[in-house]
């Protein structure tokens, strides 16, 4: 329901003068048919094989979720679903996301990062007034590999040593492990485990000896989950790092995992986004902006019916 919930998302950040707005992977559901596709009416009048849903998926996104920002800055990431060959892969998705993957800011910071590097990644980083940010590429079992950890553990060193650079925030796909979602996260794999055990402790170290402050994001878990890393292993190996996991914005909604009373706040069978504000000291405050059916565009409800409108919210979920 991407093209229904994320029109509604693009209208708060408007409301909220956003700097800019961060996906966090999973664009178009790639495994089967996307329902909202399904119900586009050139679509119900004659519908798609497969392979024709393939090939329009992403160009989808872009028209459907992407466009309604505007013109405030949209940074894409790469989820599982953005590699699932052979219909979609990594390269794939490089050449597709390119105007997004390879603006003039995210270029002239990875030639800073790397001089004369022009070699474009699903993985990126950029500093905005103080505050650096990281895209980390956990999509798929065999990340974070060993380019992805030379050159993260490169940057964070440059923003660590870096006066000027008051706040790291990490976002990426799969959570990091050992969270309260460790069943869905890159404890999925065993590479997935051991480096991000190692890119948590590296961004515990920014925190509690740079004295950075440091902020994790994820998705891959269709709800909204504040508190992730209040679990008892990382209260016995180094420390809870603050955490969220936001994949509310149009995939089918999970239950909440076990343990999800230990986190903060938990809530599933919701749409909606997290608003970030940052305070002159660097430090950030969250808020989830809840979606609700009645702030979606009119122009949504007229391409898609308030009867379809209104099962991406009533029914579109796997928690009863």
Same mark, same amino acid.
């Given at each position: ?5 994320? !029109? ?22 790639? *495994? ?71 603006? !003039?800011?995210?270029?002239?910071? =990875?030639?800073?990062? *790397? ?13 905005? =007034? ?67 055990? =190692? ?24 709800? *909204? ?32 995992? !076990? ?62």
């Amino acid at each position: 329901c991407g093209d229904v919930v994320m !029109p509604g998302i693009a209208e708060t950040a408007k409301k909220n003068q956003a700097a800019f707005y961060w996906h966090l992977g999973d664009l178009r559901a790639i *495994y089967a048919f996307d329902e909202d596709i399904q119900h586009q009416p050139e679509h119900i009048a004659k519908p798609l094989s497969m392979d024709e849903y393939l090939s329009i998926a992403w160009q989808d996104y872009i028209d459907g979720q992407i466009a309604p920002f505007g013109s405030i800055p949209f940074f894409v990431g790469i989820g599982n679903h953005e590699v699932m060959p052979p219909a979609k892969t990594r390269e794939g998705f490089l050449l597709q996301f390119a105007d997004w993957l390879d603006t !003039p800011v995210l270029q002239a910071q =990875r030639f800073k990062d *790397y001089r004369g590097d022009h070699l474009l990644k699903a993985y990126y980083h950029w500093i905005d =007034r103080g505050v650096a940010f990281y895209f980390l590429d956990s999509a798929t079992a065999e990340q974070f590999d060993a380019a992805q950890i030379a050159w993260f553990e490169h940057v964070l060193e440059r923003d660590l040593a870096n006066p000027d650079v008051k706040t790291i925030v990490a976002g990426m796909h799969k959570a990091l492990p050992e969270s309260i979602s460790a069943g869905h996260s890159m404890n999925e794999s065993p590479t997935g485990t051991e480096s991000g055990r =190692r890119v948590y402790a590296d961004l515990l170290r920014a925190q509690n000896d740079a004295r950075k402050h440091v902020y994790v994001l994820a998705s891959h878990s269709h709800y *909204y989950m504040d508190g992730i890393f209040n679990t008892d292993y990382w209260k016995q190996h180094g420390g809870v790092l603050p955490g969220w996991i936001v994949g509310t914005a149009g995939a089918v909604r999970y239950a909440l995992p !076990p343990k999800s009373s230990d986190a903060h706040g938990a809530l599933t069978n919701v749409y909606g986004s997290m608003l970030a504000t940052v305070q002159p000291s660097g430090e950030i405050s969250f808020e989830f902006e809840k979606l609700e059916e009645s702030d979606l565009p009119a122009s949504v409800m007229s391409r898609y019916g308030k009867d379809f409108v209104h099962w991406c919210f009533a029914e579109n979920t796997q928690a009863r």
